[in-house]
């Protein structure tokens, strides 16, 4: 039941953006700034982004250099070089925008732990260099002169480094995107659940805090930014969940000998230290099938293969005890890029974000917004 000034004032908009992680709160904040005037708004059915824009690592990243030749290996240079080059000047243009302060950025450089069958990579290192100098205008990737400093086990025979990433704290640089939309009149509503987005015809239909479907939203354009739930509002998308599990440790007890922000396993394991902790995640590798969920759960098996990595790779011979943990939903398709698309005559949709949200999000929000100003 709603009264008149309720119907009258918050169920008609000139966009409704579903999703109100790092690439709707992008979207909306772009469209508001060509279009002043318009009446915006933003739905989350969480009281915090549901996905992964507030659980992920904080990794400023765009690609480690075995992950990269892995991506040579399904995609052509020019493809991968447009891949890397719109993550890092995605990283390059939140940090023009909000300053490092406000996002708690550290440009401490990424490192990569190679094991003795992983050396081959190296042989290719200068090959890869030469392709991304077109974007970076130096090298990119160097070895560790001397790895055995870093405290890690004998297994990592060669540290490659990356100086060009960095790290970020999420939750700040979600505090940006909300102060900056608050400061552009955008209006959010959290803990509202979309169930439907009729595409021809603009309206959002959702269920309340109670679990009724009894909201209905009109908007003259609506952008979906639901990216690994999207099946659920668009079922012809090229989505599939991939769950991402992060472990935080108790404060550590013994001095950490390395900073920065670290991959193993052709990316798909990562680390970085947290307030005298260590912050470990991925390894979705591990068990694709199981991680393609939109549940969030832990998997034991993956959980077990992260301990040992810190016990056995990270800081061998010490004794680590575990704080926390959780996992966030990241959305990955056939090929990398982000999927911007027109889906109706009024609708829109950016997902497929590839684990790379913190990189792309932002200029995602922004192409996004202007496909919509051309609607």
């Known amino acids: 039941m709603f009264s008149y000034w309720e119907k009258k004032h918050f169920f008609h908009y000139d966009l ?20 002043p005037k318009a009446n915006v708004l933003v739905l989350e059915r969480g009281i915090f982004p549901t996905g992964a824009s507030t659980k992920n690592a ?13 991506d040579l290996n399904h995609m052509s240079h020019d493809e991968v070089l447009a891949l890397v080059g719109r993550r890092h000047q995605g990283l390059k243009a939140i940090r023009r925008q909000f300053g490092k302060k406000k996002l708690e950025y550290s440009h401490s450089s990424g490192y990569e732990l190679l094991e003795q069958h992983q050396l081959d990579a190296v042989d290719k290192m200068k090959d890869v260099n030469c392709l991304l100098h077109s974007v970076f205008k130096d090298e990119v990737f160097s070895l560790v002169k001397k790895p055995m400093k870093m405290g890690f086990s004998d297994q990592v025979k060669v540290i490659v480094k990356n100086k060009f990433e960095g790290e970020l704290d999420p939750g700040m640089y979600m505090d ?41 939203f009109k908007g003259n354009k609506i952008a979906i930014c639901t990216n690994a739930f999207t099946k659920k509002l668009w079922p012809d998308s090229d989505i599939e969940p991939g769950r991402g599990l992060i472990l935080l440790s108790k404060p550590l007890d013994f001095k950490i000998l390395w900073k920065g922000t670290f991959h193993l396993d052709k990316g798909y394991v990562y680390f970085r230290q947290i307030d005298g ?26 959980k ?32 990398k890029s982000p999927l911007i698309q027109r889906i109706g005559p009024k609708t829109v949709a950016a997902v497929r974000l590839g684990g790379m949200g913190v990189a792309i999000g932002w200029q995602v929000g922004k192409e996004l917004s202007e496909l919509l100003t051309k609607m």
Request: aromatic share 8%; with cysteine.
């Open 304 to 335: 077990s293969h992260l301990k040992n990595i810190a016990m056995d790779v990270i800081f061998p011979g010490k004794q680590i005890g575990w704080d926390m943990e959780w996992t966030g939903v990241m959305a990955f398709g056939k090929i």
């Open 16 to 35: 409704i953006v579903v999703g109100a992680g790092f690439v709707g709160l992008s979207t909306a904040i772009h469209y508001k700034a060509k279009r």
């Open 277 to 302: 902790r260590l912050l470990l995640g991925g390894a979705r590798n591990k068990d694709f099938e199981g991680e393609k969920s939109i549940d969030f759960e832990v998997n034991p098996k993956i």
């Open 58 to 70: 904080g990794f400023a990243c765009f690609g480690s250099l075995t992950e990269i030749l892995d």
């Open 176 to 216: 940006s995107l909300w102060q900056l939309a608050q400061h552009s009149g955008i209006r959010i509503l959290t803990g509202v659940s979309v169930c439907e987005v009729q595409k021809n015809e603009g309206t959002v239909l959702a269920e309340d805090g109670a679990g009724k479907v009894n909201l209905e």
